[in-house]
T-cell receptor, first 119, second 114 residues
Framework: NAGVTQTPKFQVLKTGQSMTLQCAQD?????MSWYRQDPGMGLRLIHY???????DQGEVPNGYNVSRSTTEDFPLRLLSAAPSQTSVYFC??????????????????FGAGSRLTVL | KQEVTQIPAALSVPEGENLVLNCSFT??????LQWFRQDPGKGLTSLLL?????REQTSGRLNASLDKSSGRSTLYIAASQPGDSATYLC?????????????FGTGTRLTIIP
């Protein structure tokens, strides 16, 4: 059982380049999300999905796109990278109460993170 | 807007001591509160989840309490060990629908001195 797998672990981009951070989970979780973690600011939600074909914006969605074509995968796309997107990115998943998950027990499982530097 | 604060930002204690980490939140209308552990260069690991109707949860040497009315939670670690060194984060969930309303604190970096 691999849990939540993120790739790549490290990436350096130049301003304006595009890339995709991959996230896959094998726990049949309906809910998946992307966070960014910056020093002194805590984790902030970028985008989330409560099931295949459904995505929505979090607190800081600008500059990022997501899609959810399968239950297992939730890629995060940066279309034109900016230095402000230098951060550590975490993917997380859980059962969702929207689709019958355990109410009040939405324990998140996190990936190991992807450190992105935009020059 | 919900704000979650963890003070102090860093804490060092000798091995074997009991310690308390603090978490405060501004809006008491929460659904649950979670404590996470983050090791350097790693993701977050969930330690304890307290539902809004509960007062505390225990797991081994860890005990988390919740006082919604005062907007506070504490994580008590008994008989600390060097392996407990990590950053501890708390997060509050504001929606019964899932984790899309999860607000994190900035964490307390704990160092246990052998």
């Amino acid at each position: 059982n691999a849990g939540v797998t993120q790739t790549p672990k490290f990436q350096v981009l130049k301003t304006g380049q595009s890339m995709t951070l991959q996230c896959a989970q094998d726990m049949n979780h309906e809910y998946m999300s992307w966070y960014r973690q910056d020093p002194g600011m805590g984790l902030r939600l970028i985008h989330y999905s409560v099931g295949a074909g459904i995505t929505d914006q979090g607190e800081v969605p600008n500059g990022y796109n997501v899609s959810r074509s399968t239950t297992e995968d939730f890629p995060l796309r940066l279309l034109s990278a900016a230095p402000s997107q230098t951060s550590v990115y975490f993917c997380a998943s859980s059962y969702s109460t929207r689709t019958g998950g355990v109410s009040g027990a939405n324990v998140l499982t996190f990936g190991a993170g992807s450190r992105l530097t935009v020059l | 807007k919900q704000e979650v604060t963890q003070i102090p930002a860093a804490l060092s204690v000798p091995e074997g001591e009991n310690l308390v980490l603090n978490c405060s939140f501004t809006d008491s209308a929460i659904y649950n509160l979670q404590w996470f552990r983050q090791d350097p260069g790693k993701g977050l690991t969930s330690l304890l989840l307290i539902q809004s109707s509960q007062r505390e949860q225990t797991s081994g040497r860890l005990n988390a309490s919740l006082d919604k009315s005062s907007g506070r939670s504490t994580l008590y670690i008994a008989a600390s060990q060097p392996g407990d060194s990590a950053t501890y984060l708390c997060a509050v969930e504001e929606s019964s629908f899932g984790n899309e309303k999860l607000t994190f604190g900035t964490g307390t970096r704990l160092t246990i001195i052998p």
